[in-house]
């Protein structure tokens, strides 16, 4: 069984830091994409996607958080990482990793449980 576990989430004042990271685990082969999603808390808002790399680490990383966050993985460590910067009140989601793993039951996407974070002063 494949899991996918978050950490780094929590509060932060506006203009600090968070690094998020993402450990792939279980019966895996391989790993092609691997990214990031945040979803709003109190809306009726769609998980949209932040930041997602592949498996060479070619970055796509959305408008709004260019410039201010950075995504990089460790293949060996079937981890991904998101370094949020200069963060704002408008950041505040629950963040979900996201990957797509070739493992035991063939090709599938997985997600993560999410981690809260929280831009306020």
């Known amino acids: 069984q494949v899991q996918l576990v978050e950490s780094g989430g929590g509060l932060v004042q506006p203009g600090g830091s968070l690094r998020l990271s993402c450990a792939a685990s279980?019966?895996?082969?391989?790993?092609?994409?691997m990214g990031w999603y945040r979803q709003a808390l109190g809306k009726q808002r769609e998980r949209e996607l932040v930041?997602?790399?592949?498996?060479?680490?070619?970055?796509n990383i959305v408008d709004s958080v260019r410039g201010r966050f950075t995504i990089s993985r460790d293949n060996a460590k079937n981890t991904v990482y998101l370094q949020m910067n200069s963060l704002k009140p408008e950041d505040t989601a629950v963040y979900y990793c996201?990957?797509?793993?070739?493992?035991?039951?063939?090709?599938?996407?997985?997600w993560g449980q999410g981690t809260q974070v929280t831009v306020s002063s």
């Open positions: 996201n990957a797509d793993i070739w493992g035991d039951q063939g090709r599938n996407d997985y």
């Open positions: 930041a997602r790399t592949n498996h060479g680490g070619i970055a």
């Open positions: 279980g019966s895996i082969w391989s790993i092609n994409a």
